[in-house]
């Protein structure tokens, strides 16, 4: 959970930076980097990390999500049997198959869409 959260704030920025680039036409910037610094300068420093916070408890949600359903399917399919590699791989394959199918991917495409318009688009002030 923690590491997931770490990876997505160091790299936050760049997604900020590739949102702009693919939605604003008439940037000026085309590089990664410059696009970064172009944002610092004209909307301060926080800037890149605008919408961090709906990404941070989506990644949230959906890791517990995810283990909850892996330990309960564990727990039923095991039943006091001894854990495998193999059967902790299927359980794996089955909990992140279903869950992100069902769930997850709707919920994450909304909030993509959300964040796009919310904090790329429209005007900060």
């Not at 923690?2 to 990876?7: E, I, L, R």
């Not at 930076?17 to 909307?43: F, G, H, N």
């Not at 039923?76 to 001894?82: A, I, Y």
């Amino acid at each position: 959970e923690s590491g997931s959260m770490t990876a997505m704030t160091v790299f936050f920025p760049l997604d900020t930076a590739r949102l702009r680039l693919q939605v604003d036409e008439k940037r000026k910037s085309k590089t990664t980097p410059a696009v970064l610094l172009e944002i610092i300068k004209e909307e301060g420093l926080l800037a890149p990390y605008r919408g961090w916070f709906p990404v941070i408890s989506s990644l949230c949600c959906s890791n517990f999500v995810y283990f909850y359903t892996f330990n309960s399917l564990k727990a039923l399919w095991v039943k006091g049997q001894h854990s495998t590699t193999g059967k902790d791989l299927v359980l794996g394959v089955v909990s992140t198959g279903g869950y992100t199918e069902c769930l997850h991917l709707p919920l994450h495409a909304d909030l993509l869409c959300c964040t796009a318009l919310l904090f790329c688009v429209l005007p900060t002030s």
